[in-house]
């Protein structure tokens, strides 16, 4: 079992930046791939970025590329997400989520562990 903690999210600005952390505990963070997806009312949730194991594979959504970096501190068992040049599209609920295997990094089917999620509303 993992059990997942996220943090960071809040009001900003369009334009402005947040980090996103998500800390893991249970078992050991390096045996698990990660990712970030978001939600808003009404809509399904949403892929956003995705790292392997090790770290050395990244995914991103279009809507994203460019300005979000996902990374992971597997010492410290946490997860990040830097979100860069907000738009208010990007307001949403932000789940951290985890998965021991996975064939489609961007189906939220595939993740095992999710955390309760972090608002992040960006005001135009």
């Known amino acids: 079992q993992v059990q997942l903690v996220e943090s960071g999210g809040g009001l900003v600005q369009a334009g402005g930046s947040l980090r996103l952390s998500c800390v893991a505990s249970?078992?050991?963070?390096?045996?698990?791939?990660t990712a970030w997806f978001r939600q808003v009312p009404g809509k399904e949730r949403e892929f956003v970025a995705f790292m392997s194991r090790g770290g050395s594979t990244t995914y991103y959504a279009e809507s994203v590329k460019g300005r979000f970096i996902i990374s992971r501190d597997n010492a410290k068992n946490t997860g990040y997400l830097q979100m860069n040049s907000l738009k208010p599209e990007d307001t949403g609920l932000y789940y951290c989520a985890a998965a021991t295997y996975l064939t489609s990094y961007d189906q939220s089917r595939e993740y095992n562990y999710w955390g309760q999620g972090t608002q992040v509303t960006v005001s135009s």
């Open positions: 249970g078992r050991t963070f390096s045996s698990v791939a």
